[in-house]
């Protein structure tokens, strides 16, 4: 969060304090992530301070990973999604509206940058819209405007719009905003929802679905498909249902299309038609009782040869990584179990929030990746003794930071066996790292020598 500017530097202090603090403890609670009661009691009133707001504390991060795509090398892929943030309890919360029709809560629409190359990561966010509604109002009354203005957004702080690709699940598959892209040269990968009618070259009018179908095949690969479950709602659980880990038999299609407009278009000056490529993924023999895996990806990609069908595909697997992301700002820093009284106090939580779950997520990526990153670059020099201390009794030297957090994955109680360590453990190791240089540090300041 460096070059925060909330218009006063007191108040840009106090923020950056506060990060240190949350970051340090991201699953506790307010109170005992704050330490003492003067500085929660300085926590609240910055929350609802009205010289504080959430575009203003998340534009330096903004900016930042503005800066991190543009110098990144080759594609980066910007995932876009919107999450809904509920909170249980009765206590009503100011400006806070309805989610689900029972649950107090707002959404997020949220576009998070990730390197396009094998390491897959995650540069930051490029922005994230908050809104509330009411009762049953339709979610997707002003939906395309929110996704136009991400991609927009997005492709503004790249500066070359050619060097992102926009991946979205199938909340994405918005004539209007397809229209907007392909209009704009942007480019991007859908889920396709919608069953649209369809011109193929030769062969005139039929269904999205039937002519991905109907398609010859271009090969077929064995890959791993992860586990999916835990804490959700009906809803969703309807629409992805739970599922065991296994090994899936997947044949994959490819074919050019150009997309109708629908009957009844949201407005009248959109295109009658857009021509647009198709990736279907299909898998064949999927275990008794479990949903088979079925995307049909709308594209602006090129899908001439195996290689760039594969690159479409494994541009889409990406959009897992939000997924992921969402996860290590609930779970990992706790959001939905925030008791704050307000929409405001809320939101501001919230631009914290988004940051601490980046770094998190930031962790796990390093962790796994190859790329030799110096271990000063994510730990102070007092943090790495302290670390060489607690890890091996004595003062070691750190060369790599992927060195650095298998020590840390240590310290949270990772088990080898169980493959690379996962952004929980991590988490859970950082904080007793932080615990145990905190008191070095007041060893120190107590003048006490210790044996370096």
Known sequence: MAGLDLGDRRRDRRALEIADRLAAAPEASLPVAMHDDAMREALYRHLGSEGVNFDALLQSHVTRTGARVRAADGLVY???????????????????????????????????????????????????????????????????????????????????????????????????????????????????????????????????????????????????????????????????????????????????????????????????????????????????????????????????????????????????????????????????????????TLSNLLAYSLVVAYAILLLRSISRSNIPVPADALASKDELLCLSLMTTGKPTTFKTAREVLAAIAKLGAHIKNNGDPGWRVLSRGWKRLLDFEAAYQAMKGAGLVINR
Request: proline residues 4%; aromatic residues 6%; neutral net charge.
């Open 78 to 344: 910007a995932l876009h999604d919107t999450t809904a943030c509920t909170f249980d309890g009765e206590a009503e919360r100011a400006g806070v509206g309805v989610v689900n029709g029972e649950k107090q809560g707002f959404f997020a629409h949220t576009t998070l940058a990730v390197s396009a190359d094998d390491q897959r990561t995650p540069l930051g966010i490029l922005g994230c819209e908050l809104w509330t509604r009411e009762g049953a109002r339709d979610l997707e009354e002003c939906e395309s405007a929110r996704w136009s203005r991400g991609v927009n957004r997005a492709c503004d702080l790249a500066g070359d719009r050619s060097k992102l690709v926009h991946v979205a699940d199938r909340e994405g598959d918005i004539y209007e905003l397809l229209a907007a892209m392909v209009a704009n040269s942007q480019r991007f990968i859908v889920r396709a929802k919608q069953d649209r009618v369809v011109e193929i070259e030769g062969e005139g009018r039929t269904r999205l679905f039937d002519a991905a179908r109907e398609t010859r095949l271009s090969y077929s690969l064995e890959v791993p498909v992860s586990e999916r479950g835990g804490k959700r709602s009906g809803a969703l659980r309807r629409v992805h249902p739970d599922r065991a880990a296994r090994i899936a038999s997947l044949t994959f299609a490819a074919l050019s299309v150009t997309l109708r407009r629908p009957r009844k278009p949201p407005r009248p000056d959109l295109p009658a038609e857009l021509p647009i490529n198709v990736v279907h993924v299909f898998e064949v023999g999927s275990p008794t009782g479990e949903q088979r895996i079925e995307w049909l990806l709308l594209t602006t990609e090129p899908i001439a040869t195996r290689e760039q069908i594969a690159a479409v595909i494994e541009g889409y697997r990406t959009r897992w990584t939000i997924e992921e992301y969402f996860k290590a700002l609930k779970t990992g820093c706790a959001f939905e179990k925030r008791q704050l009284e307000s929409f405001r």
